[in-house]
């Protein structure tokens, strides 16, 4: 099977994804919920914070508790777009997922159960941009995945830009929630993706996205036109 055709083992399927911030699902697999919903599966988001660090592209400023329901607003209409069958926020801090990394573990577990997926996808271990709540979740998909014996697949960027992106990464970081970058994972799945579908559900992000910059992390990551998975072995 070629990295083309291997879109189907992700497609009709019932999925839970585990991310950290509103808009991460929107960056790495909001083109895959959305072909998912098409092909008759489902897809439960839970979604550990409300991003309320995320810094704010807004022209207005804006405090924590007006971030969070900026944020919350933005993630219901992008999921929504995007064809995410339910939503779960669990409201953890933004910036400290990993603080609380058990009772992060057991509340999606208790969702898992309930959800029953058939496979589970977040992030691996490099969080994507090596922020520590992007490896929370990567540490409790991982977990659950093999407690429940699920195949999990991790978002992992263009494999043409797996050596490129670490350097535009570590420009844009803006605040001390990161760690060190480690090798990305390589991509066994590759989901094909409109750009116009990519840049719509982003423009629904107006808080922390200005997709009309060149520099965006969809385009640093080559997640513009496909979104690549890779399985957990
Ligand atoms: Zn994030």
Known sequence: MTLEQSKHTLLNKRILVIVAHPDDEGFLMSGMAYLNAQAGGQTTLICATL???GTSHLSYPVT???MKSIRKRELMNATRYA???????????????K???ISFSKQCEVILKRVQPELVISFGPDGMTGHRDHI???????ALSKKYSLPFYMATPAPRRHTSIVKALLRQRVNP??????????ATVKIPVRRSFKRRVLRLY?????????RTTPSVTGLFTAE??????
């Open 99 to 101: 603080q609380q990394q």
């Open 83 to 97: 064809k995410f069958s339910k939503v779960y926020i669990l409201n953890f801090p933004d910036g400290g997922v």
């Open 136 to 142: 929370a979740c990567w540490h409790a998909a991982r």
């Open 206 to 214: 107006p808080s922390q996205t200005n997709v009309s910059r060149k």
């Open 51 to 53: 991003g309320e660090k």
């Open 228 to 233: 690549y998975f890779a399985l957990m072995k």
């Open 64 to 66: 924590p508790k007006q």
């Open 177 to 186: 929630h990161y760690d060190d970058i480690v090798p990305y994972q390589p």
